[in-house]
């Protein structure tokens, strides 16, 4: 059974030679773009490595973004003033085929979670958004507590009090 590392920053060590979660945009903004965003300031990437292979086998992609009041939920438009809401955008999460299954993807978004409860002690944050690239993986993010969009199924939304809650309850689950 692979033993993985815990989620850290990408760096230039890491190896990213392989890592294929079946769909080609991913694969490429891994290799291509995420240390480009990171020396730009505009995403910061998490990765996992299988330390056994030596290699990143899942990551996510967090940054700052403003969600309009009309593509908001109920919730989470509720209190807040007329303006974009401030939210941690999960840019991209994917797990290489090579693990699928086992987890690794759900342990990942909760690591999202951690980041974005942390930055949200920090600045002000209102949710965490998600676009997903499609209805499957939409699905993953509704059976972990993140809700659609009102104008689109695809974006998905969950409050900081609702991550707080979800990471408190897992943690008394061990």
């Known amino acids: 059974m692979p033993r993985f590392s815990e989620p850290e920053p990408l760096g230039p060590n ?73 939210v941690v955008l999960l840019a991209r999460l994917a797990v290489d085929l090579s693990v699928a299954g086992r987890g690794l993807g759900a342990w990942l978004l909760r690591d999202a979670m ?25 699905s993953f993010y509704r059976r972990h507590g993140l809700e659609a969009s009102p104008t689109d199924p695809r974006h998905l939304m969950i409050l900081i009090k609702d991550i707080a809650a979800s990471l408190n309850a897992a943690s008394q689950d061990r």
């Open 14 to 86: 890491h190896v990213l030679e392989g890592f294929d979660c079946g769909r080609a945009s991913l694969n490429v903004w891994l290799a291509r773009y995420a240390s480009q965003a990171a020396a730009a300031g505009s995403a910061r990437t998490y990765v996992v490595v299988d330390e056994q292979q030596k290699r990143v086998v899942g990551y996510h992609a967090l940054t700052a973004a403003g969600l309009e009041r009309d593509s908001a939920t109920a919730r989470i438009v509720k209190g807040m003033p007329q303006y974009p809401i401030p």
């Open 114 to 138: 951690t980041r974005t409860l942390a930055a949200a002690e920090t600045i002000g944050v209102r949710a965490m958004l998600v676009h997903t690239i499609d209805q499957g993986a939409a």
